[in-house]
Structures are given as C-alpha cells and as structure tokens.
C-alpha cells in the first residue's frame, strides 16, 4: 500500500557535514570537495534509478555539474557553522513503475522548489526491502541561496532567501506532496491513496512504528538478535520501583563511531536511581545511567 513519508532538514557545516559528500551519497557517484581537498567515492551504492539537477531560470548552465554545483555552493559560505543546504525526503507510490515514480518527483520538484528560484539535486531511488518489496523514495537537495545576475553578466549566488526558510513551509509542502500524489494516482487509475495527517489525527488507534535507518539495519555483526524490545521491557519492570523517575530511550550508535562496541548495536539509556541492584544479569548491550 502507498505510505506518506516527507521530511525535510537542513545540511549544516556546523555538524561536521559537506554538501559535496552528501550530493555524492544520494546520487552513487565520486565528486572531489574542494574545501576538504578529498574524493567521496559512493559509486559501489546500488538503488539510484534516477540523478539529475534541475536548475532555476537564469542559473548558469555549468551547474548541471554536481561536483561544481556543490563546490561553489561551499567556497561561498565562509562561516563554521554555515547552513549548505536544505534536503527533502519523500516517498513514492510502490504501485507506480519507475518511470511513473520518477516523473512524480520531477513534476513536484519543479513546481515546488525550482520555479521558486531553488536549485535542485534530485535523486531518485528504488531500493529492496529485506521482504523483497520496494522501497521508492526521493532525495532532494535544495539550494539555500537565490541566484543573481553579477555587473559582469555573470550569474552566481546571492543572498539567503529567509523565506525558504520559515517553518510553515514545511507542512505547506506534506499538504502540497498528498494532493500531488493523490491526483496521479487517479489519473492512473490506482486505487491508493496518502494522507499527511498524523494517526492520531486520522483517528487511527496505532502506534507509529520506530525508525531503524538503513546503516544500522545493515551493520550487524555475526550471530546478532534483535534485543531491544525486550531489553526495554526487562528495564521497564525491574526500574519499577525505582526512587526516582526514569526515562527509557532507544538508539542506535554509528557504525563510525569508535567509542562503541561493534557488538554493541542497541543502547539503553535511563535517568534515575533504581532501588533493585539484586541482579548482575546485564540488561543490554550497553547502558547508562545517571542521577537527575
């Protein structure tokens, strides 16, 4: 069945990212960065159906280069903790072909964003599910500058667009991707629909499902079960009686990340003193605790 997912969030420098490693990722290709004088090679990365850059009136031609687009979009900002770019994430109809799904994305791109004066990177991609089901989605780069014409006839980037960046956009956007996706699936005669509303809002007594992204499902070393559900659950009941609150989290640490045990997949973290230190039994893989 269709499902409704758009997300939106901004690339920052201040976080350690690099626009031309992140336009590198989406689209399965290599691109040198230019300010980090390094190559980001993801051309071993399967699942890209779809990789262009839709450009703005009036944006020069030589930005149909990812790797230049990218590159001038980091020499121009100067500051640390500079914002690169905005990325939007939707899902698309597994009920529509490749070619439906990729003229989906495209129309809306450029109706929402590129005729706003964006550039965008658009990718589009078609990845298997463990079950075998596929998993369309798009990835969107979004350019945070608008575009001049320079006294020397020219084109390049000028100031940041503060109204690309107020938060009302966003929902705009989610209601803007139903309706899209709904009228195609229509005119395609699919009988699917989304709907951007959340659960609660729909009247659906559910609960939303926990996200696991792509990196840690993959990263599991040999011999792992999934240990979570029931690591919280052992948590939850032995911290019952425990003398001061207690909050319960889940996350999943990077596979990057040196500080953490590459068995250790799942980390429980809790605030709180508990009472019962009777058992020695470890609870999970890895946990912390503090005093509130």
């Not at 009920?95 to 706003?116: C, H, N, P, W, Y």
């Not at 939303?208 to 948590?235: E, F, N």
Request: proline share 5%; with cysteine; aromatic share 6%.
């Amino acid at each position: 069945m269709a499902i409704f997912h758009f997300s939106v969030q901004v690339i920052s420098r201040a976080a350690g990212r690099s626009a031309v490693s992140a336009a590198a990722y989406r689209a399965g290709e290599r691109l040198h960065d230019e300010r980090l004088d390094r190559d980001h090679d993801f051309r071993a990365r399967s699942g890209v159906e779809h990789s262009e850059i839709m450009l703005p009136e009036g944006a020069p031609d030589h930005w149909h280069d990812r790797e230049r687009l990218w590159n001038d979009v980091e020499a121009f900002e100067k500051r640390k903790d500079a914002q690169l770019a905005r990325e939007v994430e939707f899902a698309i109809p597994r009920e529509m072909t490749k070619a439906q799904g990729i003229e989906l994305a495209r129309d809306f791109v450029s109706a929402q964003f590129v005729d706003r004066g964006m550039i965008a990177d658009l990718n589009v991609h078609w990845d298997m599910r463990a079950d075998g089901q596929p998993k369309p989605h798009a990835h969107v780069m979004l350019t945070m500058r608008e575009v001049v014409q320079r006294d020397d006839g020219t084109a390049g980037f000028g100031a940041k667009v503060r109204e690309w960046n107020d938060h009302e956009n966003v929902e705009r956007w989610r209601e803007r991707w139903e309706t899209h996706v709904n009228t195609r699936l229509a005119e395609l005669d699919i009988d699917a629909r989304i709907d951007h509303r959340s659960l609660a809002d729909q009247g659906i007594d559910l609960e939303p499902q926990s996200k696991i992204g792509g990196p840690a499902t993959g990263w599991r070393p040999r011999g792992w079960k999934p240990i979570a559900p029931r690591c919280t659950a052992r948590l939850r009941g032995r911290m019952a009686n425990a003398s001061l609150p207690i909050q319960i989290s889940l996350s999943t640490p990077s596979p990057t990340n040196k500080r953490h045990s590459p068995t250790a997949i799942w980390r429980c973290s809790f605030t709180g003193i508990a009472t019962d230190r009777s058992s020695s039994t470890p609870l999970c893989a890895r946990y912390a605790a503090r005093r509130t």
